[in-house]
């Protein structure tokens, strides 16, 4: 029997300090959504760049590479983040290419 979905995702909270270098560039074999609760930031996901601040969502695709590439330095970043179900090879975490292999970006997902 297959879980509902919302069983099978994460979800967690966030601060990034207002000094913060980049977070990491990188992609999951998930679907992945920040909501930001405070701050603001410059991200890049799915080889665009957005400016966020409270109450935006940053939706990723699976496969799709995003960052956190600058914080307002006034205000504390702070976010949730939630991750649908795995899909593909099914791996978590971070993935980084190439020591993970190369990201395969679902383009029905932008």
Same mark, same amino acid.
Request: charged share 25%; with cysteine.
């Given at each position: 029997m297959k879980c509902p979905f919302w069983k099978q =995702?994460?979800?967690?909270?966030?601060? @990034?300090? /207002?000094y913060c270098a980049r977070l990491d560039r990188h992609? @999951?074999?998930?679907d992945e959504f920040w909501i930001v609760l405070n701050?603001? /930031?410059t991200v890049s996901s799915e080889d665009k760049i957005?400016?966020?601040g409270p109450g935006d969502c940053v939706a990723t695709?699976?496969?799709w590479q995003h960052d956190i590439l600058r914080c307002d330095p006034a205000t504390e970043f702070r976010a949730i983040w939630l991750e649908t179900e795995l899909e593909g090879q099914r791996r978590t975490g @971070?993935?980084?290419e190439p020591?993970?292999?190369?990201? =395969?970006?679902?383009?029905?997902r932008v």
């Open positions: =995702s994460r979800c967690t909270r966030w601060n @990034h300090r /207002a992609f @999951h074999d998930c701050g603001r /930031a957005y400016n966020v695709g699976r496969g @971070h993935l980084r020591l993970d292999g190369p990201c =395969s970006p679902c383009l029905d």
